[in-house]
Nanobody, 117 residues
Framework: QVQLVESGGGLVQPGGSLRLSCAAS????????MGWYRQAPGKQRELVAR???????NYADSVKGRFTISRDNAKNTVYLQMNSLKPEDTAVYYC???????????WGQGTQVTVSS
């Protein structure tokens, strides 16, 4: 069974930093596009950042210049470095693995990020 396990969430003050990790198992990680999404209370889930199998990246406008997505295929892990955090970044962050070629997609269970003083 495919597993995506997120970690690294928590409570941080505005202006602080967090690094999220998502470890994947039982997939050929290197061929999947990986993404981080978030969902705040009462809002729809939205894309935060995405990195393709060839390591091209794209970001939501709201996080450009503050967040960085990266991947380590040797460790089957994708990361999201979040700097200059704002209260509006508060949400549950979800890891996503997607392969258009295989027609398969998977979600992690989510990790809470709370930005508050």
């Amino acid at each position: 069974q495919v597993q995506l396990v997120e970690s690294g969430g928590g409570l941080v003050q505005p202006g602080g930093s967090l690094r999220l990790s998502c470890a994947a198992s039982r997939i050929i990680f290197s061929i999947y596009d990986m993404g981080w999404y978030r969902q705040a209370p009462g809002k729809q889930r939205e894309l935060v950042a995405r990195i393709t199998s060839s390591s091209s990246t794209n970001y939501a406008d709201s996080v450009k210049g503050r967040f960085t997505i990266s991947r380590d295929n040797a460790k089957n892990t994708v990361y999201l470095q979040m700097n200059s955090l704002k209260p509006e970044d508060t949400a549950v962050y979800y890891c996503n693995a997607n392969s258009v070629r295989l027609g398969q997609g998977y979600w992690g269970q989510g990790t809470q990020v709370t930005v508050s003083s």
